[in-house]
T-cell receptor, first 109, second 116 residues
Framework: GQNIDQPTEMTATEGAIVQINCTYQ??????LFWYQQHAGEAPTFLSY??LDGLEEKGRFSSFLSRSKGYSYLLLKELQMKDSASYLC??????????WGAGTKLIIKP | GAVVSQHPSWVICKSGTSVKIECRSL??????MFWYRQFPKQSLMLMAT?????????EQGVEKDKFLINHASLTLSTLTVTSAHPEDSSFYIC????????????FGNGTRLTVT
């Protein structure tokens, strides 16, 4: 079956760096998405990786290894506003998104 | 950037009534729209995908006669929850793509439905 695994919750300190991991198993693969979702709000798109390697976008970077079925989202210089859930989603061969349950990130001062 | 407007943001209705949720793409033509439902502390669950001018494709387990989706124009899709029951209480989110069959990159702000 198709499956996405990511930690349920992580805690980090303001100003620090945190890495949120995601492993996926899908029927075929057409890319890996990361979204940020604040409590009570809809998700917002952060990144899309379809090739191996690291994509950097400001304080956020996303990495993909297709051979390992693995991705991570790296957040640098953490700010209190980064407290949110981070959703990993993999696109299968039918271009359907398979969603992870999300990682709740708690930032402490 | 691309903006998707969803209305209403929250609604409370009595059991047995119907509720309509609108999703509009404000600055682009949404060829494909996605409707999701999210229960507390759970991930997004895709309910249906609709392409403009076509009937919606519903995910397994989603009753198409209960959750009516209309995507009559390139900027508007509606989801109507008919004969709502308390178990339909959830956070409903729409998303839009400018490409037919494309990815849900742009989300509306969501509608929190409470059925009493």
């Amino acid at each position: 079956g198709q499956n996405i695994d990511q930690p349920t919750e992580m805690t980090a300190t303001e100003g620090a760096i945190v890495q949120i991991n995601c492993t996926y198993q899908t029927s075929g693969f057409n890319g890996l998405f990361w979204y940020q979702q604040h409590a009570g709000e809809a998700p917002t798109f952060l990144s899309y990786n379809v090739l191996d390697g690291l994509e950097e976008k400001g304080r956020f970077s996303s990495f993909l290894s297709r051979s390992k079925g693995y991705s991570y989202l790296l957040l640098k210089e953490l700010q209190m506003k980064d407290s949110a859930s981070y959703l990993c989603a993999a696109m299968d061969s039918n271009y359907q998104l398979i969603w992870g349950a999300g990682t709740k990130l708690i930032i402490k001062p | 950037g691309a903006v998707v407007s969803q209305h209403p943001s929250w609604v409370i209705c009595k059991s047995g009534t119907s509720v309509k949720i609108e999703c509009r793409s404000l600055d682009f033509q949404a060829t494909t729209m996605f409707w999701y439902r999210q229960f507390p502390k759970q991930s997004l669950m895709l309910m249906a995908t609709s392409n403009e001018g076509s009937k919606a494709t519903y995910e397994q387990g989603v009753e198409k006669d209960k959750f009516l989706i209309n995507h009559a124009s390139l900027t508007l899709s509606t989801l109507t929850v008919t004969s709502a029951h308390p178990e339909d209480s959830s956070f409903y989110i729409c998303s839009a793509s400018a490409v037919r069959g494309g990815s849900p990159l742009h989300f509306g702000n969501g509608t929190r439905l409470t059925v009493t």
